[in-house]
């Protein structure tokens, strides 16, 4: 399914798809965060958001449930409790940031949104429930591919640009404007390293079905496995499949990093799609 460019639009604000690459910085209001960054207390997460902000991050994601292997699920009421302080106090401190929820249940969400989130961004695809959840909220939906066990019956890009067609066309029927509709690979998600590199490498084909895009590289494992690094050593890394990504034509980027990615983007973006930041000149300092 194709279609044309236009913007997402957000609390005033619009990202225009294709005019550059969009930092989204992460917010883990969780204690078991796989990157050990985790923030229990609003207060800290609303902090955290607004240092992204200041990096330069355009969109802010903030989850309350670690989607890391081998993690123990929690229950609503645990993620509610979690998760609902850390957005009100995200929007409290930055009444104009756009906010991305990261969770998959349709109940959090529309409890999440009336917080004050904007986004949803599901680790499990577009059911149906959750698609309604964000229809009706009037709500950008951020569909990700994911598998609970990392078989593919045939090639892994095959499978996973039809599950996100499929799945975008069906938002899109439920009311859900198409520049509305954002894809993410789900690299590292039901997905073996060379699953993950195989998709690295054939974003454009992700591009070219034509709705908005987005990449979660950061600290993943896959990066650990080729650099030998801890996770919290794996800027230089994720940086490589930012450079790329943009190179690709992905709309935005998700990371922990959000400075030194910031820099990636914003020098990509400037070879890529000829993006000057504000005040340029071509006079030596």
């Not at 207390?41 to 969109?59: E, F, I, S, T």
């Not at 104009?96 to 249940?105: M, N």
């Not at 066309?169 to 859900?176: D, F, H, N, P, S």
Request: net charge negative.
């Amino acid at each position: 399914m194709t279609r044309g460019r236009g913007a997402l639009f957000v609390r005033g604000r619009a990202l225009a798809w294709g005019e550059r690459t969009y930092v989204m910085g992460i917010v883990n209001a969780t204690p078991d965060s796989f990157s050990g960054d985790g923030l229990v207390d609003p207060a800290l997460a609303a902090q955290r958001a607004l240092a992204h902000l200041a990096a330069g991050a355009d969109l802010i994601d903030v989850g309350a449930e670690s989607t890391r292997p081998g993690n123990t699920p929690i229950s609503d009421a645990t993620e509610r409790a979690r998760l609902l302080p850390a957005v009100r106090a995200i929007r409290a401190a930055a009444p104009d940031a756009i906010l991305s929820v990261d969770t998959f249940k349709p109940e959090v969400f529309r409890d999440a949104h009336a917080a004050g989130g904007d986004l949803l961004n599901s680790i499990w695809g577009a059911p149906p429930e959750l698609v309604d959840a964000a229809a009706s909220c009037g709500a950008p939906i951020v569909v990700m591919h994911n598998k609970a066990v990392a078989v593919y019956e045939r090639d892994v890009l095959d499978e996973v640009l039809a599950f996100l067609d499929d799945a975008a066309a069906r938002c899109v029927r439920a009311g859900i404007p198409p520049d509305r509709v954002i894809l993410d690979p789900g690299i590292g998600f039901g997905k073996l390293p060379e699953h993950s590199l195989a998709l690295l490498r054939a974003l454009d084909r992700l591009v070219a079905l034509g709705f908005p895009t987005l990449i979660g590289t950061s600290r993943k494992s896959t990066i650990g496995k080729l650099t030998g690094r801890t996770v919290d050593a794996r800027e230089f890394g994720t940086a490589a499949t930012v450079a790329l990504a943009v190179a690709a034509g992905i709309d935005i980027v998700r990371v922990h990093d959000v400075a030194e990615q910031t820099d990636v983007v914003r020098v990509a973006d400037a070879i890529v799609r000829g993006w000057r930041p504000a005040g340029w000149t071509e006079r030596l300092p």
